[in-house]
């Protein structure tokens, strides 16, 4: 293998204390780390990791390994890559290739880099890898038993592939288990992300008005908490299903362009490019923040607004002022990036605790079961569901009934 990418060697130390946080606070991982480390269930078998590669994502890679396997580990996205985690795995010996801030054709280097491991499994956050696989890297594609896909982006990627026949190994759907979207994508995008934008900002949310755009599982989170942080919570959807939901919630409702017109706060959250374009910057108010909580750095048109700047000045770490032609400063958070995982540490690590689960779970199934499995998408068994569940309420000490018989 190559040389491992790591920009910032001297801060290993700092990386593992990280690492040593996380694993103190994900108990269901490090239930499985112990059984994996006494069952080997990933001997022989070589694993890439391409997830925001942040500590609980190294520990993640850990517990695979102390499963037996060779992992090669790089970043789903350099915005979100922290450099004393890589420095410290690059210290425990791991195949790692990333760098905080790296331009989308390194990242794609470091990404190809890790491919030469030449994986037999895959956990992927977006799809990237998988595409890659499929793409430039798809000599390798024969050898991987399988892919697991973490978030919803790399879902409807996997699920466009696999309905024009054009998947050439299995992909579990692991954001379509119920222990992932119901925890991660509510509880810990709806936690992360206003945390993300008070450490960046240092202002109140309380009394504030905060346009959520889209109203899935992330969006629907992200209103719960600025409502319970004080804040007057508008939703805008294009899905009148969750439009309606939204209202009946007690949100208010309404087109994006007359919520950017009265909004202090404007958060996309739709996994589509250009949520926001150049109608809505010229729409918003002075002092408007506006940031995106979706997988890809392209929910904002930040080309857009740096094109109809006229003046443009830094802030603080991570929020930059645009002058709109009409004298509106617009602050732009992390940069258009995912913001919980580019301005805080992202989700907390009880909740990767659960996700991460069901990947290192998943990733042992797909070793185990791969031959029966077609090249298409699957979701992950309820079995397995259902054991992250009963693990999670047994590491907050709940016990529950069990269900009466009717006959
Ligand atoms: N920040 C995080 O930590 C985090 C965590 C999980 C997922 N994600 C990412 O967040 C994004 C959303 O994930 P989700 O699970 O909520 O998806 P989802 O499919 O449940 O919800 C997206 C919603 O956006 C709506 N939408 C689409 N275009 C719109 C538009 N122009 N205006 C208004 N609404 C629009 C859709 O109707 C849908 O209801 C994805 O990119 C996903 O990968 C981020």
Same mark, same amino acid.
């Given at each position: 293998?190559?040389?491992?990418?790591?920009?910032?060697?001297?801060?290993?130390?700092?990386?593992? =204390?990280?690492?040593?946080?996380?694993?103190r606070?994900m108990p269901?991982?490090?239930?499985l780390?112990?059984?994996?480390?006494?069952?080997?269930?990933?001997?022989?078998?070589?694993?890439?990791?391409?997830?925001?590669?942040?500590?609980?994502?190294?520990? !993640?890679?850990?517990?695979?390994?102390?499963?037996?396997?060779?992992?090669?580990?790089?970043?789903?996205?350099?915005?979100?890559?922290?450099?004393?985690?890589?420095?410290?795995?690059?210290? !425990?010996?791991?195949?790692?290739?990333?760098?905080?801030g790296?331009?989308?054709?390194?990242?794609?280097?470091?990404?190809?880099?890790?491919?030469?491991?030449?994986?037999?499994? @895959?956990?992927?956050?977006?799809?990237?890898?998988?595409?890659?696989?499929?793409?430039?890297?798809?000599?390798?594609?024969?050898?991987?038993?399988?892919?697991?896909?973490?978030?919803?982006?790399?879902?409807?990627?996997?699920?466009?592939?696999?309905?024009?026949?054009?998947?050439d190994?299995?992909?579990?759907?692991?954001?379509?288990?119920?222990?992932?979207?119901?925890?991660?994508?509510?509880?810990?995008?709806?936690?992360?992300?206003?945390?993300?934008?008070?450490?960046?900002?240092?202002?109140?949310l309380?009394?504030?008005?905060?346009?959520? @755009?889209?109203?899935?599982?992330?969006?629907?989170?992200?209103?719960?908490?600025?409502?319970?942080?004080?804040?007057?919570?508008?939703?805008?959807?294009?899905?009148?299903?969750?439009?309606?939901?939204?209202?009946?919630?007690?949100?208010? @409702?309404?087109?994006?362009?007359?919520?950017?017109?009265?909004?202090?706060?404007? !958060?996309?959250?739709?996994?589509?490019?250009?949520?926001?374009?150049?109608? =809505?910057?010229?729409?918003?108010?002075?002092?408007a923040?506006?940031?995106?909580?979706?997988?890809?750095?392209n929910?904002?048109? @930040?080309?857009?607004?740096?094109?109809?700047?006229?003046?443009?000045?830094?802030?603080?770490?991570?929020?930059?002022?645009?002058?709109?032609?009409?004298?509106?400063?617009?602050?732009?958070?992390?940069?258009?990036?995912?913001?919980?995982i580019?301005?805080?540490?992202?989700?907390?690590?009880?909740?990767?605790?659960?996700?991460?689960?069901?990947?290192?779970?998943?990733?042992?199934?797909?070793?185990?079961?791969?031959?029966?499995?077609?090249?298409?998408?699957?979701?992950?068994?309820?079995?397995?569901?259902?054991?992250?569940?009963?693990?999670?309420?047994?590491?907050?000490?709940?016990?529950?009934?069990?269900?009466?018989?009717?006959?």
């Amino acid at each position: 293998m190559h040389p491992n990418i790591v920009s910032s060697p001297e801060k290993a130390a700092e990386g593992q =204390q990280k690492i040593d946080w996380v694993r103190r606070n994900m108990p269901i991982l490090r239930q499985l780390e112990t059984e994996f480390r006494q069952q080997r269930p990933f001997t022989g078998k070589r694993v890439v990791v391409c997830v925001h590669l942040e500590a609980k994502t190294a520990y !993640l890679a850990l517990v695979i390994a102390a499963g037996g396997a060779s992992v090669a580990v790089t970043g789903s996205n350099p915005g979100s890559t922290k450099d004393d985690v890589v420095a410290a795995l690059d210290a !425990l010996g791991l195949h790692v290739y990333a760098r905080h801030g790296a331009t989308l054709e390194e990242m794609e280097e470091h990404m190809s880099l890790a491919l030469d491991i030449r994986p037999h499994v @895959v956990i992927d956050d977006g799809g990237d890898i998988v595409e890659l696989l499929h793409g430039s890297r798809s000599e390798l594609s024969a050898d991987v038993l399988g892919a697991c896909e973490e978030t919803t982006t790399g879902v409807l990627r996997a699920q466009d592939r696999a309905s024009a026949n054009e998947l050439d190994f299995p992909v579990m759907l692991i954001n379509e288990a119920q222990c992932k979207y119901l925890f991660d994508n509510v509880h810990g995008t709806g936690q992360s992300v206003w945390d993300a934008v008070m450490r960046s900002t240092n202002l109140v949310l309380a009394g504030k008005t905060i346009a959520i @755009v889209g109203f899935g599982w992330c969006g629907r989170g992200c209103a719960l908490r600025a409502a319970g942080l004080g804040a007057k919570v508008i939703i805008c959807e294009v899905d009148a299903v969750k439009a309606a939901d939204a209202a009946m919630n007690g949100y208010q @409702v309404m087109p994006l362009l007359e919520a950017c017109r009265k909004s202090d706060v404007v !958060l996309t959250v739709t996994g589509v490019r250009n949520t926001i374009d150049r109608a =809505q910057f010229e729409a918003m108010k002075d002092g408007a923040l506006i940031a995106n909580a979706g997988h890809f750095r392209n929910e904002i048109n @930040v080309d857009t607004l740096q094109d109809l700047a006229v003046d443009v000045a830094a802030m603080r770490d991570n929020v930059v002022g645009y002058k709109a032609p009409s004298g509106a400063w617009l602050y732009l958070v992390g940069d258009g990036n995912i913001v919980n995982i580019a301005c805080a540490d992202g989700h907390p690590a009880e909740i990767m605790d659960t996700s991460f689960a069901l990947q290192a779970l998943s990733a042992r199934y797909l070793v185990e079961f791969h031959e029966t499995l077609e090249n298409g998408v699957y979701h992950v068994p309820e079995e397995i569901d259902q054991q992250v569940a009963r693990m999670k309420l047994a590491s907050m000490n709940i016990s529950i009934d069990q269900p009466v018989k009717n006959s």
